[in-house]
């Protein structure tokens, strides 16, 4: 059997996905040495001891740190250089001073980084602002971690520390990212074009980030933005990015600019690849003349010298003029060989927009007779084999077939007898599962316990250290949990984090089945009752937290729907035939979420007779889809009427439904300036620049108002015994003059997909604001809730440019909400910013406390709010 597994592990496996900058994090081996030392280089060095083989971060070897010859003038260009040995896609970079046990005094504070693909030719690293310059640390010891954005791909790069003044510079270095499964060198296209239309914003579709040869309206030998891993939104007007123009995430051509009806992009490649697909984003918003591309063609070649095989791999795409939304469009590449790929795309309407493409392929497979024989001149192959260059494709191919064959033939029947011994083996293991959970349903109730298991300790590097008697220090510390902070920006993570155990399983269906005996939380203390047996998540419990378009929007222990029928529905019936379909704001497992105009919706409600009465007004119609279950729709029906009950400023409205036929629709509002995270991920803290830029900006205290007011929407849910279990900034939609009303539509749209958190392929959890309770137990509470409300309050004061626990692992936010359960001290917690003033980062540290009786209810945070705003003004 184990020889079987490495067989299989053994097997080619497909490479290249499109890459996602949020996770794409892990350091690359400067620290554990990974990156070996011959691969670390210098233009100078001071000693022996302060080479480049010292720069690794959090190490103390030598002198403690890489230094250059002599004092470091500004002109000067010094730099440390690391070779990767094959491309990656670098996102972040860590760097520190010399330490050397405290005896060190030097450090860089600012760097350039300058990159190369093949060694020979290098690029200068700039911001989405053209900056070159990067701030680098303010002392000799903590670790200062920088996002690059762009990120960059390369194979070898340049740290070049800069400085004001003539001085002695020292650093230690750690670079983060993933490999480039991509292969992706280069690719060459046109230059993007422009729109400009009177009365509106122009719009520039250029790659503003490629790092090749700009010639003739022509793009070569670069990457740019079609490889950032920045996927454009639905309106390629709006961007991801904040101080940039619109148009910025997507590369785009006009029609008319080509003779031939198409674009034409080369893309060449580390090396020759076996490619299976194509995957290209594209901008389908039909109403502006906006379109996927009509059919593609692509053509291949071996080696970057040989010429374009014949026959190309072509597939035509089936337009959609319903759907505006933007999306990945799949090429399948039939299993094609090559270094290079030329792809003509053609135009289906006046504008074609991508915003990223990836290639998957498969490396192993590529068999190198194969790669000989096909990279043989032409000469030669006619002297040899009497063939000519036009059938020479033909032939080539036909070898690839008989060697792949062959190689099958050898390996079939080892690996048909170790599937069928793992399908056995797999059979078998379910049978023991099912007969012990039969057995143990048989069994009388008896007092439950979780099984007391020993914990195991994950140390990363990123570690404080912690003295022995630090424990005591927290007990008698009310304020340790501030002392290690989480700074993402300034200061290393502290990760002690413990991986935790497994429930027994009677244990796990004690949590599922919910007649467990819930441990007295209020009595616990770091050494007393569940401390160090802490329960895995209660999946289970928490896979009926997903609805009709991913999310319930509040659950209600009180409420019996049993006999829930369209009769219970309070609000009106609004005819179907008056809503006008304007976009896809996201969809579930079980509908989808459009934005609509409604005609005649405020007569529809009884406003007063004036001139706007019969404006169409904007509004979100969740729409449930007409193949759905019986349970979905009892479901639905149960969301509109707990939906009806609620009647708060502060709180979505229901509108109206259209529950006569399928499919079935309940109305909300709709505010005018959209979510709250996009709102403030757009706009700066108010200063004289941001209004001297003209750039949008937000006031501390309008920061406190609309805090304020979803405390206050929150406290209307509680007094009802109604709790949310998704209260986010993404949940939260913004009116005019920086109103709130709180919403549930976040978990049903991709642009929030990377805030959810997929349980076994069942459930989606926002786990990064979820209290360790709701994690482990299943548990969600108005308590649970007030936790959300900390993480959304730290969300504002970041203005949304940063995702909570954004240096941590999904699976490391779980294990961190192990350590709130054990309570020890190790847990970590986000961090206060710079423009959250101490009162509220208290408020925030009191929504986070471990016991639950200890957390404010909402109408203490509300009065709290209040009390701020009122000492603001």
């Not at 040989?306 to 939304?325: F, I, Q, R, Y």
């Not at 011994?421 to 008896?446: C, H, N, S």
């Not at 590097?461 to 630090?470: D, G, K, L, P």
Request: net charge negative; aromatic share 10%.
């Amino acid at each position: 059997m184990i020889f079987c597994m490495l067989l299989l592990a053994s097997l080619p496996e497909p490479s290249g996905t499109e890459v996602n900058p949020a996770i794409c994090r892990y350091p690359l081996g400067m620290h554990e040495g990974t990156i070996r030392d011959e691969d670390i280089t210098a233009s100078s060095q001071w000693y022996d001891s302060t080479g480049p083989q010292y720069a690794r971060l959090q190490r103390e070897e030598g002198d403690g740190a890489w230094c250059p010859a002599g004092l470091l003038e500004p002109e000067d260009v010094q730099f440390l250089q690391i070779d990767l040995h094959k491309l990656f896609f670098i996102t972040l970079v860590g760097t520190q001073g010399r330490h050397a046990r405290a005896t060190g005094k030097e450090f860089a504070r600012a760097y350039r980084i300058d990159y190369s693909r093949n060694g020979e030719r290098w690029v200068s690293w700039r911001d989405r602002q053209g900056t070159r310059v990067i701030e680098g640390n303010t002392d000799t010891y903590d670790v200062v971690l920088r996002d690059l954005r762009p990120p960059i791909i390369a194979r070898f790069v340049r740290l070049i520390p800069v400085t004001r003044a003539a001085m002695t510079v020292c650093m230690r270095v750690e670079l983060y990212g993933c490999v480039w499964h991509d292969g992706l060198a280069s690719y060459s296209i046109p230059e993007g074009g422009t729109i400009a239309a009177p009365g509106f914003p122009i719009v520039y579709l250029n790659d503003s980030t490629y790092d090749g040869y700009h010639e003739r309206r022509h793009l070569y030998g670069g990457l740019g933005q079609l490889t950032d891993g920045v996927l454009g939104l639905d309106d390629f007007t709006q961007s991801h990015q904040y101080r940039v123009w619109p148009g910025y995430d997507y590369v785009g051509w006009r029609n008319e600019s080509f003779s031939t009806g198409a674009v034409e992009m080369e893309f060449q490649f580390d090396r020759p690849r076996n490619f299976t697909s194509m995957k290209v984003h594209c901008n389908n918003m039909f109403s502006k003349g906006v379109k996927i591309f009509q059919r593609v063609e692509c053509l291949f070649k071996p080696r970057l010298i040989a010429d374009w095989e014949a026959e190309p791999v072509g597939v035509a795409t089936v337009l959609d003029d319903k759907n505006p939304s933007a999306r990945f469009v799949t090429v399948p590449l039939q299993q094609r060989v090559g270094k290079a790929i030329l792809c003509r795309f053609y135009f289906a309407d006046t504008w074609m927009m991508m915003s990223e493409i990836s290639f998957q392929s498969d490396m192993e497979s590529v068999n190198p007779s194969f790669v000989t024989v096909a990279t043989s001149t032409t000469g030669l192959l006619e002297t040899e084999h009497n063939v000519t260059e036009g059938t020479w494709g033909t032939t080539s191919s036909v070898t690839s077939t008989w060697i792949g064959e062959k190689a099958d033939d050898s390996n079939t029947s080892i690996l048909v007898g170790c599937l069928v011994a793992i399908i056995l083996l797999l059979l078998m293991i379910i049978i023991i599962i099912l007969w012990k959970q039969y057995v143990q349903k048989r069994l009388e109730k008896a007092p439950r316990r979780i099984l007391e298991e020993d914990a195991t300790v994950r140390l990363s590097f990123y570690s404080y250290t912690i003295a022995n008697n630090q424990t005591q220090i927290h007990q008698s510390n009310p304020t340790y949990e501030r002392a290690f902070p989480l700074d993402l920006e300034y200061h290393q993570p502290a990760t002690l984090l413990q991986k935790l155990p497994e429930l027994s399983q009677s244990a796990e269906d004690s949590v599922c089945s919910g007649d467990y005996a819930e441990p007295d939380l209020t009595k616990s203390t770091p050494h007393q009752g569940f401390q160090n047996n802490v329960p895995h998540y209660a999946e289970t419990d928490i896979v009926h937290l997903q609805g009709v378009t991913g999310n319930n929007m509040y659950a209600v222990p009180a409420l019996t729907v049993d006999s829930l029928t369209k009769k219970d529905i309070s609000v009106g019936e609004f005819p179907r035939q008056q809503l006008r379909l304007k976009e896809k704001l996201g969809e579930g497992q079980f509908g989808e979420v459009h934005l609509c105009e409604a005609d005649g919706l405020l007569e529809f409600l009884g406003v007063s007779s004036s001139e706007f009465t019969h404006q169409p007004v904007l509004v979100a119609v969740k729409m449930l889809r007409s193949d759905v279950n019986k349970t979905a729709r009892n479901d639905f029906l149960k969301e509109i009427k707990i939906m009806s009950r609620l009647k708060n400023p502060n709180i979505i409205r229901l509108l109206g439904v259209c529950v006569r036929d399928d499919p079935l629709c309940m109305i909300t509002e709709y505010m005018e300036n959209g979510d709250l995270n996009q709102f403030l991920s757009h706009r700066e803290i108010y200063s004289k620049f941001a209004i001297s830029n003209n750039i949008p900006c937000v006031t501390h205290s309008n920061l406190l108002y609309m805090a304020t007011q979803i405390a206050s929407g929150m406290k209307y849910l509680a007094s009802l015994n109604f709790v949310h279990r998704d209260l986010a900034t993404r949940n939260c939609l913004v009116g005019n003059s920086y109103t709130i009303k709180i919403a549930d539509f976040g978990m049903s749209r991709n642009l929030y997909s990377g805030d959810y958190y997929r349980i076994q392929g069942r459930a989606v959890l926002p786990i990064r604001w979820m209290a360790w309770e709701s994690i482990l137990l299943g548990k969600f509470t108005t308590a649970s809730d007030v936790w959300a409300f900390g993480v959304t309050l730290w969300e504002m004061f970041v203005l949304c440019k940063e995702q909570p626990y954004s240096l941590l692992t999904d699976e490391q936010v779980i294990e961190n909400t192990g350590e709130f359960f054990r309570s020890q001290g190790r847990q970590i917690y986000l961090s206060q910013t710079p423009l959250c003033p101490n009162p509220v980062f208290d408020l925030m540290l009191k929504c986070w406390s471990r016991d639950i009786k200890d957390r404010p209810t909402f109408d203490m945070i509300h009065q709290f709010l209040l009390e701020q705003m009122e000492s603001n003004i």
